[in-house]
C-alpha cells in the first residue's frame, strides 16, 4: 500500500489516469465496487457559512479546487447548500470559484446545536409508554439562596442536617415562618417566597456528636429569582435555550425529600436491604433503588423514574468481611498469619473503606482505613505515651489488654491502620465493623457481574409494572415540599406515538450473491458466504492451556473450524505451519518473534487459552504492536466442545481481521447520503475504573475505509486522566482523511461522526473542541476543502425505557419493544434535534434504546434521513449477524479503546511483597505510554480490533 503524508492534491498528482472517466472524474464504482452512482456533485450544506463567520474567504481571484473527486464549486446542491451567503463563489460554497488563501480558523464563534427539522413519518406506527411522569409546575418565580456551612468539608448527609435543624427550630421560626426550603446538600437552597433576610444571615447550629456536640457556622446569603415563566417559553419552544436554572431548581424540588430518607449514590436512591440479602460474594451484595431525574420534553417537565441497582459493600464484621474477600470459608480455622498474597488482596479491597469501632460501648466512632499492617496486631508496635511523658513500644494486642481488658481471640492477623498514615493509629479487625451504605466504586469480577445482571434483569412488562409501583409507593403529590412549591406529579406513564422503521437488506458474496432479510434484528448466514473472504493459507495455533484441559486430540475441533469456514466462502487451507503447547505470558513475546521469522506470509495465529488469563493482554499486545500478526483467541471449553454458532462467530471475526468483508448494505435500498463520497467516523474516551486516580483515559477514533461501509481503520491516543474531550483530534481525523483517499482515490463530501460517551452537561464543550478539530483537520488538508459535517453524540447511559401499549407488539420472552422502534416527539428535546432509537433485539431484561443528539449538521438531514442512517449503520456490525444497539462506527470505538487498555497491560511478578508492577516510572510517561498504544503498521491495514 502507498502511504504519503503530502495534501490531498500532492498525493492526487501521484497516481495515473487511468482511475478516471472520461470527463477526468474518478469513478465512485471503480473504487468501491458499487453501482453506478452517476456523476458526483458537491456535498449538501457545504461548511462555507459557517468558515465565512469565521474567516472571511479573501477575492483576489480562483483559489486551487479540491481536484478530482471533490465536489466544492457547484451550484447544484440539493438539500439547500451551505448556511449563510458568502461573499462571493457561488451557492455560498467554497472551492472553484473564491476561496484564495486559507487563513487560520478564528475560534471567536461557539456552534450551537441545530434545532429539530421536523419528525420523522417512516415507518409503521406503534403505541408506547415511556417511564416520564409529567410534572405540573407553578407559574412565577422561585428564590434562590447560597448556603455557606463551615467547617466546608461536611458530607451532604450532615449538611442536610444541619439545614433541617435550622428548619424545625423554634429560635429560627421568624426567617422560615412554615415555609419548606429545598437544599441539595451543597450549596443551593430555594424556597418559594423570600425569606426575611436583608443580605446576609450567619446562624449557629449544634448537632449531637459522639462525645460532644458539634457547632456549625451557616451563612445563608440570597442569589436570585428564578422565572419559571422562560422555562415555560422554551418547553413551548418560542426560545432555543432551555433557562438551566430553572431545570436543576426543580430537580433539587423533587430530590430533597428522597435525599432525606435514603442513601443517595448520583441520580439514584437506595435502601438498606432489611429483610433479604442478594450477596454478590467478596463481601459486596446488590442494594435496590430507584433513579429519579427532571428532564424538559416538548411542552413539559418530565420526571424520569427507573428502577435501579448498585453493588455495596455488606455491614458486618470486618473478621467477616476479610473471610468473604480471601474466600476463607470458617475464620476460626484461620489460626495462622495471612500469606503476603492474601494481605495484599485484603488490602486493595478495604482500602479507602469506613470502619466504626465496637470496643467502646454505644460511641461507634468512625474511620477510615489507609493500610493494613504487615505485622499481626500480637506484633505490631507504636509509640505510647506514658502519663509520665515517657514513651515506650507497646504492641497492639498488648494495648488492648492492658487498656479495654480485651483478649484478642485472633491476635495472628494484622491490624487496620486508619486515619492518616503518619498518625500511627491502628485497630485490630475484631473490634471493627464495615459502617453500613457504603457503594463499591470498585470493579466487579466477572461472577460478580454476572450474579448482578441475574438479580436485575427483568422483563419489560415486569419493568414497566415495577416502576409503576415505585410511583405508587413515592406518593409525589402529598410530598410537603412539592404542594409548598406548588408541583404536581402525573402518576400516569408518558404514552407516545412511536414508529418502527424498516431494517435494510443484507447482501452477501460467493456464487449466489444471496441476501439476507434481517427479522427483529437477526438474520442468518447460513447458505450465504462472505461478501469477500480471504483464503488463509498459512497459519498457526499456539495452545496456553494445559494438556490436562485441552488434549492432543481435542484440537480436532480445526476439522469443524475448516468445514465452517470454508462454507462461509473463507477457505483454511491445510493444516497449521505450528502447533505447540505453551505456559505463561512470558512464552508469548519469543514465540510469535519465532513466528514471524520462521513462516513468511504467516497470516494467523489461534491462540487456546484456559479462560481469563494474563495471557491475553500479552497476546494482543505482541500480535497488535511488535509484530504486526492477526491473532484469534478461543477459550478451551469452546475447543473441546465445539458448536456451530461458535465457530461462525470466530470466522466473521478471523476473516476481517485478515482484510476481508463479511456483508455489506445492499446498495439498492441505502439511504440517498451513499450516492456522494461519505466517511463514517466512531470517537469514543474510555477511562479508568472509579476509584483509580492516576491512570490515563484512552481516546479511540475509527473511519470506514471504503462505501459500503464494511472496513474501518483505527487510531488511538492516551490522553489526560477522565478527560472527556479528544485532546489529538485534529490530527487523527487528518490520518484517518488521507487513509479513505488512498483507500477510495475519493475525497470525503460529508462526514458523519458518531461520538460516544458525552454527558449532556458537555455536549457544547466536545462539540466545540472537536467540530473545530475535524474542520481544521479538513482545511489543512487542502484550501477550501470543505465537506459538510453531521456530529451526532450516541448516549447509552441513560434510564428511559419503552414499553408496549399493546400485548400484541411485544417480542420474544421479555416482552420488549420491536427492533427499529424510533421516538422523535413527547419524551425528546423541546427544540433541539434528537431521538430514542432501539435498533436491536432485546434478549434478556428490557431493552435500552439508545438516545441520539445531532449537535451539528451542515448536511441538512432530515429526521427519516439520519434515523434511517444510524439503523441501518446498526447491521454492518462485523461480529454478529444481528443489528447492535449503537451504529457500528461508535461500536468500533469502544472495542478500540478497550484493546488499547490491553495494550497498556503491565506485566505482573510475583514476590514476597505480593503483586507488584514491573519496570520502573519511565515506561509510565505520556511518550512510552504512547509508544504502547502505537499498533504495528501490518494492523493498521485490517480491522485487529474485531
Known amino acids: 500500500m502507498h502511504y504519503c503524508t503530502q495534501t490531498l492534491n500532492q498525493c492526487d498528482s501521484q497516481h495515473p489516469p487511468s482511475v478516471r472517466s472520461k470527463d477526468g472524474q474518478k469513478s465512485y464504482e471503480s473504487a468501491t465496487t458499487l453501482s453506478t452512482f452517476g456523476r458526483i456533485t458537491k456535498p449538501q450544506g457545504l461548511l462555507g457559512g459557517i468558515l465565512n463567520e469565521i474567516t472571511p474567504p479573501m477575492c483576489s481571484g480562483d483559489g486551487p479546487s479540491l481536484g478530482s473527486g471533490g465536489s466544492a464549486g457547484s451550484s447544484g446542491t440539493t438539500g439547500g447548500g451551505s448556511s449563510g451567503g458568502a461573499p462571493c463563489g457561488s451557492g455560498g460554497s467554497t472551492g472553484g470559484n473564491g476561496l484564495g488563501q486559507h487563513q487560520p480558523i478564528q475560534h471567536t464563534v461557539q456552534f450551537e446545536p441545530p434545532p429539530r427539522p421536523g419528525r420523522g413519518t417512516e415507518g409503521r406506527p406503534i403505541a408506547l409508554r415511556a417511564n416520564h411522569f409529567e410534572i405540573r409546575m407553578p407559574k412565577g418565580f422561585l428564590h434562590h439562596y447560597d448556603v455557606a456551612i463551615s467547617p466546608d468539608k461536611c458530607p451532604r448527609r450532615v449538611n442536610r442536617e444541619i439545614i433541617e435543624t435550622m428548619v424545625n427550630s423554634m429560635h429560627y421560626q421568624k426567617y422560615f415562618y412554615n415555609q419548606k426550603p429545598v437544599f441539595d446538600g451543597r450549596r443551593n437552597m430555594y424556597t418559594r417566597q423570600p425569606l426575611p433576610i436583608s443580605n446576609e444571615k450567619v446562624s449557629f447550629v449544634t448537632l449531637p456528636g459522639e462525645g460532644k456536640d458539634r457547632v456549625f457556622k451557616v451563612a445563608i446569603k440570597h442569589v436570585s429569582e428564578v422565572s419559571l415563566f422562560s422555562l415555560e417559553e422554551a418547553l413551548e419552544g418560542r426560545t432555543q435555550r432551555i433557562p438551566n436554572d430553572a431545570v436543576v431548581s426543580l430537580d433539587?424540588?423533587?430530590?430533597?425529600?428522597?435525599?432525606?430518607?435514603?442513601?443517595?449514590?448520583?441520580?439514584?436512591?437506595?435502601?438498606?436491604?432489611?429483610?433479604?440479602?442478594?450477596?454478590?460474594?467478596?463481601?459486596?451484595?446488590?442494594?435496590?433503588?430507584?433513579?429519579?431525574?427532571?428532564?424538559?420534553?416538548?411542552?413539559?417537565?418530565?420526571?424520569?423514574?427507573?428502577?435501579?441497582?448498585?453493588?455495596?459493600?455488606?455491614?458486618?464484621?470486618?473478621?467477616?468481611?476479610?473471610?468473604?474477600?480471601?474466600?476463607?470459608?470458617?475464620?476460626?480455622?484461620?489460626?495462622?498469619?495471612?500469606?503476603?498474597?492474601?494481605?495484599?488482596?485484603?488490602?486493595?479491597?478495604?482500602?479507602?473503606?469506613?470502619?466504626?469501632?465496637?470496643?467502646?460501648g454505644s460511641m461507634r466512632r468512625k474511620y477510615r482505613v489507609c493500610n493494613v499492617t504487615r505485622r499481626p496486631a500480637q506484633m505490631q508496635s507504636f509509640p505510647l505515651q506514658l502519663e509520665t511523658g515517657a514513651t515506650v513500644e507497646c504492641t497492639v494486642a498488648k494495648y488492648f489488654q492492658e487498656r479495654y481488658k480485651i483478649s484478642l481471640n485472633y491476635p495472628h492477623l494484622p491490624c487496620?491502620?486508619?486515619?492518616?498514615?503518619?498518625?500511627?493509629?491502628?485497630?485490630?479487625?475484631?473490634?471493627?465493623?464495615?459502617?453500613?451504605?457504603?457503594?463499591?466504586?470498585?470493579?466487579?469480577?466477572?461472577?460478580?457481574?454476572?450474579?448482578?445482571?441475574?438479580?436485575?434483569?427483568?422483563?419489560?412488562?415486569?419493568?414497566?409494572?415495577?416502576?409503576?409501583?415505585?410511583?405508587?409507593?413515592?406518593?409525589?403529590?402529598?410530598?410537603?415540599?412539592?404542594?409548598?412549591?406548588?408541583?404536581?406529579?402525573?402518576?400516569?406513564?408518558?404514552?407516545?406515538?412511536?414508529?418502527?422503521?424498516?431494517?435494510?437488506?443484507?447482501?452477501?458474496?460467493?456464487?449466489?450473491?444471496?441476501?439476507?432479510?434481517?427479522?427483529?434484528?437477526?438474520?442468518?448466514?447460513?447458505?450465504?458466504?462472505?461478501?469477500?473472504?480471504?483464503?488463509?493459507?498459512?497459519?498457526?495455533?499456539?495452545?496456553?492451556?494445559?494438556?490436562?484441559?485441552?488434549?492432543?486430540?481435542?484440537?480436532?475441533?480445526?476439522?469443524q473450524l475448516q468445514k465452517i469456514s470454508n462454507d462461509a466462502g473463507m477457505p483454511i487451507v491445510g493444516q497449521p505451519c505450528f502447533c505447540k503447547y505453551a505456559t505463561g505470558q512470558d512464552q508469548v513475546e519469543p514465540m510469535f518473534r519465532f513466528l514471524k521469522n520462521k513462516y513468511a506470509g504467516l497470516q494467523l495465529i489461534v491462540v487456546v487459552l484456559p479462560g481469563k488469563t494474563p495471557v491475553y493482554a500479552e497476546v494482543k499486545r505482541v500480535g497488535d504492536i511488535m509484530f504486526g500478526l492477526a491473532t484469534q483467541c478461543v477459550q478451551s471449553k469452546n475447543v473441546n466442545k465445539t458448536s456451530p454458532q461458535t465457530l461462525s462467530n470466530l470466522c466473521l471475526k478471523i476473516n476481517v481481521k485478515l482484510g476481508g468483508i463479511n456483508s455489506i448494505l445492499v446498495p439498492a435500498v441505502r439511504p440517498t447520503v451513499f450516492r456522494e463520497p461519505v466517511i463514517f467516523f466512531g470517537a469514543d474516551v474510555t477511562h479508568p475504573p472509579a476509584g483509580d486516580k492516576t491512570k490515563p483515559s484512552i481516546a479511540a477514533v475509527v473511519a470506514s475505509m471504503d462505501a459500503h461501509p464494511s472496513r474501518y481503520s483505527a487510531t488511538v491516543r492516551v490522553q489526560s486522566h477522565r478527560q472527556e474531550i479528544i485532546q489529538d483530534l485534529y490530527p487523527m481525523v487528518r490520518d484517518l482523511l488521507l487513509q479513505f483517499y488512498r483507500s477510495t482515490r475519493f475525497k470525503p463530501t460529508r462526514i458523519i461522526y458518531y461520538r460516544d460517551g458525552v454527558s449532556e452537561g458537555q455536549f457544547l464543550n466536545v462539540l466545540n473542541h472537536e467540530l473545530r478539530a475535524i474542520r481544521e483537520a479538513c482545511v489543512k488538508l487542502e484550501i477550501g476543502y470543505q465537506p459538510g459535517i453531521t456530529f451526532v453524540v450516541v448516549q447509552k447511559r441513560h434510564h428511559t425505557r419503552l414499553f408496549c401499549a399493546d400485548k400484541k407488539d411485544q417480542m420474544g420472552k421479555s416482552g420488549n419493544i420491536p427492533a427499529g422502534t424510533t421516538v422523535d416527539q413527547v419524551i425528546t428535546h423541546p427544540t433541539e434535534f434528537d431521538f430514542y432509537l432501539c435498533s436491536h433485539a432485546g434478549i434478556q431484561g428490557t431493552s435500552r434504546p439508545s438516545h441520539y443528539h445531532v449537535l451539528w449538521d451542515d448536511n441538512h438531514f432530515s429526521a427519516d434521513d439520519i434515523q434511517n442512517l444510524t439503523y441501518q449503520l446498526c447491521h454492518t456490525y462485523v461480529r454478529c449477524t444481528r443489528s447492535v444497539s449503537i451504529p457500528a462506527p461508535a461500536y468500533y470505538a469502544h472495542l478500540v479503546a478497550f484493546r488499547a487498555r490491553y495494550h497498556l497491560v503491565e506485566k505482573e511478578i510475583d514476590s514476597g511483597e505480593g503483586s507488584q508492577k514491573s519496570g520502573n516510572s519511565d515506561e509510565r510517561t505520556p511518550t512510552a505510554m504512547m509508544r504502547a498504544v502505537t499498533v504495528h503498521p501490518d494492523t493498521l491495514r485490517v480491522m485487529y480490533f474485531a
Open 416 to 559: 487496620l491502620q486508619v486515619g492518616q498514615e503518619q498518625k500511627h493509629t491502628y485497630l485490630p479487625l475484631e473490634v471493627c465493623n464495615m459502617v453500613a451504605g457504603q457503594r463499591c466504586i470498585k470493579k466487579l469480577t466477572d461472577m460478580q457481574t454476572s450474579t448482578m445482571i441475574k438479580a436485575t434483569a427483568r422483563s419489560a412488562p415486569d419493568r414497566e409494572k415495577e416502576i409503576n409501583n415505585l410511583v405508587k409507593r413515592a406518593n409525589f403529590n402529598a410530598d410537603p415540599h412539592l404542594q409548598m412549591f406548588g408541583i404536581n406529579v402525573n402518576p400516569r406513564m408518558a404514552e407516545i406515538q412511536g414508529r418502527v422503521i424498516p431494517a435494510p437488506k443484507i447482501q452477501y458474496g460467493g456464487r449466489t450473491k444471496a441476501q439476507a432479510s434481517p427479522q427483529q434484528g437477526v438474520w442468518d448466514m447460513r447458505g450465504k458466504q462472505f461478501f469477500s473472504g480471504i483464503e488463509v493459507k498459512v497459519w498457526a495455533i499456539a495452545c496456553f492451556a494445559p494438556k490436562r484441559i485441552v488434549r492432543e486430540d481435542s484440537l480436532q475441533f480445526i476439522v
Open 252 to 360: 433539587v424540588i423533587m430530590r430533597h425529600l428522597p435525599s432525606m430518607s435514603y442513601t443517595p449514590v448520583g441520580r439514584s436512591f437506595f435502601q438498606n436491604p432489611d429483610g433479604y440479602e442478594n450477596p454478590l460474594g467478596g463481601g459486596r451484595e446488590v442494594w435496590f433503588g430507584f433513579h429519579q431525574s427532571v428532564r424538559p420534553s416538548q411542552w413539559r417537565m418530565m420526571l424520569n423514574i427507573d428502577v435501579s441497582a448498585t453493588a455495596f459493600y455488606k455491614a458486618q464484621s470486618v473478621i467477616d468481611f476479610m473471610c468473604e474477600v480471601l474466600e476463607i470459608p470458617d475464620k476460626n480455622e484461620q489460626r495462622r498469619p495471612l500469606a503476603d498474597s492474601q494481605r495484599v488482596k485484603f488490602t486493595k479491597e478495604i482500602k479507602g473503606l469506613k470502619v466504626e469501632i465496637t470496643h467502646c
